[in-house]
């Protein structure tokens, strides 16, 4: 199977030695998240935002970012690095959060396309002097040089395959040191408990279509290795994180 998600009413992931069935990722370009759709500023999209955040601090986005500033952020040291769809920009602030309170210098550019977006997320990062906004398209966004580091989170499902694709190809220019994608991960699980906490708790309309979407449209665990493959990432790790969160990364 090559890098793109096979099409049919199901997939095959033997990635655990276990033969399972998988729906079949979904991409259709006319549909939308509600939260990507040109838009002003509104209670919506925050309420959303903040949303998204509480899900990243208690669903294991956070957990999975911390595991690596442990792995290659050191006391003392002073780095560089970009984060990509920054959105609320509620992961930088968590980077520089930890930071602080390891002796760790860092400076992030933090990247979305949503010009909304971004004007909330700065408006919730003035004590964040150590980060700046940029609104760009990432697919053509080169730094003026490289950085240390390069995170993109919870953002590869929202891009086809080709463009997927194309991102992770992208991305090795910009880093000296690291590069971090994680992403959530297709499973039934994934689906069924989406769908469970969108019609309980999250109910918001923008959350709730945005959220039911997103796990359809992530990649399962093998589509993520077979796409970075195929990117040309060479010695790259990839493994799962809870709660059905992957993530796929280099180093040097």
């Given at each position: 199977?090559?890098?793109?998600?096979?099409r049919?009413?199901?997939?095959?992931?033997?990635s655990?030695g276990?033969?399972?069935?998988?729906?079949?990722?979904?991409?259709?370009?006319?549909?939308?998240?509600?939260?990507?759709?040109?838009?002003?500023?509104?209670?919506?999209?925050?309420?959303?935002?903040?949303?998204?955040r509480?899900?990243?601090?208690?669903?294991?986005?956070?957990?999975?970012?911390?595991?690596?500033?442990?792995?290659?952020?050191?006391?003392?040291i002073?780095?560089?690095?970009?984060?990509?769809?920054?959105?609320?920009?509620?992961?930088?602030?968590?980077?520089i959060?930890?930071?602080?309170?390891?002796?760790?210098?860092?400076?992030?550019?933090?990247i979305?396309?949503?010009?909304?977006?971004?004007?909330?997320?700065?408006?919730?990062?003035?004590?964040?002097?150590?980060?700046?906004?940029?609104?760009?398209?990432?697919?053509?966004?080169?730094?003026?040089?490289?950085?240390?580091?390069?995170?993109?989170?919870?953002?590869?499902?929202?891009?086809?395959?080709?463009?997927?694709?194309?991102?992770?190809?992208?991305?090795?220019?910009?880093?000296?040191?690291?590069?971090?994608?994680?992403?959530?991960?297709?499973?039934?699980?994934?689906?069924?408990?989406?769908?469970l906490?969108?019609?309980?708790?999250?109910?918001?309309?923008?959350?709730?279509?945005?959220a039911?979407l997103?796990?359809?449209?992530?990649?399962?665990?093998?589509?993520?290795?077979?796409?970075?493959a195929?990117?040309?990432?060479?010695?790259?790790?990839?493994?799962?994180?809870?709660?059905?969160?992957?993530?796929?990364?280099?180093?040097?």
């Amino acid at each position: 199977m090559s890098g793109s998600a096979r099409r049919g009413s199901c997939c095959q992931d033997r990635s655990v030695g276990t033969n399972f069935l998988i729906p079949a990722r979904i991409f259709d370009t006319a549909t939308v998240e509600m939260m990507d759709r040109p838009q002003p500023l509104s209670a919506e999209l925050l309420r959303d935002l903040r949303n998204l955040r509480q899900l990243n601090r208690y669903f294991g986005s956070y957990r999975l970012i911390k595991s690596f500033l442990r792995r290659w952020f050191r006391p003392g040291i002073s780095v560089t690095a970009i984060d990509l769809c920054t959105g609320f920009g509620d992961i930088p602030r968590f980077v520089i959060d930890w930071c602080r309170a390891h002796d760790v210098t860092a400076r992030i550019t933090a990247i979305d396309f949503q010009p909304a977006t971004l004007e909330l997320a700065m408006e919730h990062s003035r004590s964040y002097p150590e980060i700046t906004f940029t609104v760009f398209d990432v697919l053509s966004f080169l730094p003026e040089s490289q950085v240390d580091f390069v995170f993109c989170s919870l953002a590869l499902h929202h891009f086809s395959d080709d463009a997927a694709l194309r991102l992770l190809q992208h991305v090795p220019s910009m880093a000296r040191k690291g590069i971090l994608v994680a992403d959530l991960e297709r499973t039934d699980f994934g689906i069924l408990g989406i769908y469970l906490l969108t019609s309980c708790a999250y109910r918001e309309p923008m959350t709730c279509f945005d959220a039911r979407l997103s796990i359809r449209r992530a990649f399962s665990f093998s589509e993520m290795r077979q796409m970075a493959a195929r990117a040309g990432w060479e010695r790259f790790g990839h493994r799962r994180f809870p709660v059905c969160r992957q993530a796929i990364w280099m180093e040097s």
